[in-house]
C-alpha cells in the first residue's frame, strides 16, 4: 500500500539518498525528456516559500517511491519544481495520488492554480497531466509566467512553448485552475 505523506525537513533529511537516487536514475532513463538539470542534495534541501506544506513523499512499505518538490508562487499560485515517480511504480496511480494530495493541500491553502513546466516531446507526462485537468498555457499568459520567474529575457518564446537559454528543451508550461 503507499502512503503519501507531507514531505517536511526531517523526512526529507531521512530520505535524502533515496531521493537523490531516484531523481538520477529519472533522468539516466528519460534523459531531458525528464529534465537537463540534475538534483542534488543541495537542490533538495532549499528553503522555499511554502515547499513544507505543499511537497509530498510517497512510500511503500517505508521506502521512498516518489516525490513531488513545489511552493507557493506569487501569493496565490504554487509551483512544481520537480515530480518523480519511480519506474517500477509507475502505471499504479501514484503519480495521481501525489497530484491529488498536492491539489487538496493547494485548496487548504486558499491557492487557486498549480503550475508546472514539462518538455514538449514528454508525450507521456503531457497526457498524464491532461488527464488530471492540466492545460497548456496560451502565448500571453506564457510570457507573463516567464516574467513573474524571472526566466523572460534568456528564452526564445515559440507559440505556446519557450526554451531557456543553456537547456536544450522545448517546454510548456501547464496549469490546472483550482477556483
Known amino acids: 500500500m503507499v502512503e503519501i505523506r507531507t514531505l517536511?525537513?526531517?523526512?526529507?533529511?531521512?530520505?535524502?539518498?533515496f531521493l537523490t537516487n531516484i531523481d538520477q536514475f529519472t533522468i539516466l532513463k528519460y534523459g531531458d525528456l525528464f529534465s537537463s538539470e540534475r538534483w542534488n542534495k543541495k537542490n533538495f534541501m532549499i528553503d522555499l516559500p511554502g515547499k513544507w506544506e505543499l511537497s509530498c513523499l510517497a512510500l511503500?512499505?517505508?521506502?521512498?517511491i516518489g516525490f513531488c518538490i513545489c511552493s507557493f508562487f506569487n501569493t496565490n499560485k504554487c509551483y512544481v519544481y520537480r515530480f518523480v515517480v519511480s519506474g517500477e511504480s509507475r502505471e499504479k496511480n501514484v503519480?495521481?495520488?501525489?497530484?491529488?494530495?498536492?491539489?487538496?493541500?493547494?485548496?487548504?491553502?486558499?491557492?487557486?492554480?498549480?503550475?508546472?513546466?514539462v518538455n514538449k516531446?514528454?508525450?507521456?507526462?503531457?497526457?498524464?497531466?491532461?488527464?488530471?485537468?492540466?492545460?497548456?498555457?496560451?502565448?500571453?499568459?506564457?510570457?507573463?509566467?516567464?516574467?513573474?520567474?524571472?526566466k523572460f529575457n534568456n528564452c526564445i518564446i515559440s507559440g505556446n512553448h519557450f526554451v531557456e537559454n543553456g537547456y536544450p528543451e522545448k517546454k510548456y508550461v501547464l496549469e490546472r485552475n483550482l477556483s
Open 95 to 117: 503519480g495521481k495520488e501525489m497530484t491529488n494530495f498536492i491539489l487538496k493541500k493547494c485548496i487548504e491553502k486558499g491557492i487557486d492554480k498549480v503550475l508546472l513546466e
Open 8 to 17: 517536511n525537513k526531517l523526512l526529507l533529511k531521512k530520505y535524502l539518498n
Open 121 to 150: 516531446k514528454n508525450r507521456s507526462a503531457l497526457k498524464f497531466y491532461e488527464k488530471l485537468k492540466f492545460k497548456i498555457i496560451k502565448k500571453a499568459d506564457l510570457m507573463k509566467y516567464l516574467h513573474s520567474k524571472g
Open 60 to 64: 511503500e512499505k517505508n521506502q521512498p
